[in-house]
């Protein structure tokens, strides 16, 4: 099985990856260290540099891994996080306001689910907020056939008012 993890900055993507590799005895590939030294990646450069790369019992670990265009990719996972806490974690890491805001807000609108489910049928999503080890067991039933996934329905658009009234302070 191929694995796609994306979702927005700050929402667990990369330790959920490493300790799903963990569990399931899969490779991570990373596109942040595949595309290393560029800031600005198009999605042709990522289908690019990723696609060589995919193999059986892989894990792709990308913002933009919901992209990918590959038939080969099996699983589509889209981590979500509450956007107060997503706040609190994209604040710790020394984003700028600005970049906190833009990313609060796209998780608000639950933008990385809607652009993944638009084009994958084999897309779902997870909360990552509270537990990442529940996340995990959650993820590795699924994964295994174990299992059926939470229905997961964000309503995080009910905090759009409070994002942009913390953006005008």
Do not use: W
Not at 107 to 136: C, F, P, W
Not at 149 to 167: A, D, T, V
């Amino acid at each position: 099985m191929i694995i796609s993890i994306s979702g927005t900055p700050g929402t667990g993507k990369h330790t959920i990856a490493r300790e799903l590799a963990k569990k399931l005895d899969y490779r991570i590939i990373d596109s942040n260290e595949l595309l290393r030294g560029k800031y600005e990646v198009s999605i042709k450069e990522l289908n690019a540099a990723v696609g060589p790369e995919l193999k059986d019992n892989s894990i792709i670990v990308s913002h933009m891994g919901h992209f990918l265009k590959s038939k080969k990719v099996d699983l589509f996972i889209i981590i979500r996080c509450d956007p107060m806490r997503l706040k609190k974690r994209l604040e710790k890491r020394g984003y700028s306001k600005e970049k906190v805001h833009d990313n609060i807000l796209f998780e608000a609108l639950d933008g990385s689910y809607i652009e993944s489910a638009s084009i994958h049928k084999n897309t779902i999503q997870v909360d990552n907020t509270k537990n990442i080890e529940r996340t995990i067991k959650e993820l590795v039933g699924y994964i295994t056939k174990k299992r059926q996934i939470k229905k997961f329905r964000s309503n995080y658009i009910k905090q759009l008012i409070k994002i942009e009234n913390m953006n005008r302070q």
